[in-house]
T-cell receptor, first 111, second 114 residues
């Protein structure tokens, strides 16, 4: 079945440092979504990428979708303590309507 | 607030018991999804309903069942509970059933099986 892998599992940074999490799928994805879950909270939708090679920005966050539509990345510039949480990628492959989540990257930020 | 309501927030029960988790989707959303979140397995897709019909099925155990009612709320039934079923169960909803749907998650039900 479709698998979505995320690395790293954990990342601890000093406030102001950059952060990147990577997502890889075993199959070609029709789209990729990113969610953020704050500690003790629920996943919250951040963005969706659909096109091959697509790049989208939200303030300090940059999202990329690979040319082959099998990988994606989320980059945060100059992290802040408010960025703390687990970042999940999720994708749907082909005609499979199951949105499969990666295991997430837990980001902690030292002030 | 995502607009998705889940009850109860916490549930403590014993092995072998049966529980029902309830979810009310956002107003206007026709799809409901159930996910199980545990520390080692991440967010596992269980099942999706669209307008009362089962749409997609994930790794849902035979001891688990779900349904979506005419008013679009959904229930997840977990029976013959085992210690390993302890997890956070999320319900999510979306407007449609397609592959580009954005999911809105509820606050979850924390299930503890003792």
């Amino acid at each position: 079945g479709q698998q979505v892998m995320q690395i790293p599992q954990y990342q601890h940074v000093q406030e102001g440092e950059d952060f990147t999490t990577y997502c890889n799928s075993s199959t070609t994805l029709s789209n990729i979504q990113w969610y953020k879950q704050r500690p003790g909270g629920h996943p919250v939708f951040l963005i969706q990428l659909v096109k091959s090679g697509e790049v989208k920005k939200q303030k300090r966050l940059t999202f990329q979708f690979g040319e082959a539509k099998k990988n994606s990345s989320l980059h945060i510039t100059a992290t802040q303590t408010t960025d703390v949480g687990t970042y999940f990628c999720a994708g749907i492959g082909g005609s499979n309507y199951k949105l499969t989540f990666g295991k997430g990257t837990l980001l902690t930020v030292n002030p | 607030d995502s607009g998705v309501t889940q009850t109860p927030k916490h549930l403590i029960t014993a092995t072998g018991q049966r529980v029902t988790l309830r979810c009310s989707p956002r107003s206007g959303d026709l799809s409901v999804y159930w996910y199980q979140q545990s520390l080692d397995q991440g967010l596992q897709f269980l099942i999706q309903y669209y307008n009362g019909e089962e749409r997609a099925k994930g790794n849902i155990l035979e001891r688990f069942s779900a349904q979506q009612f005419p008013d679009l709320h959904s229930e997840l039934n977990l029976s013959s509970l085992e210690l390993g079923d302890s997890a956070l169960y999320f319900c999510a909803s979306s407007v449609g059933q397609g592959t580009n749907e954005k999911l809105f998650f509820g606050s979850g039900t924390q299930l503890s099986v003792l």
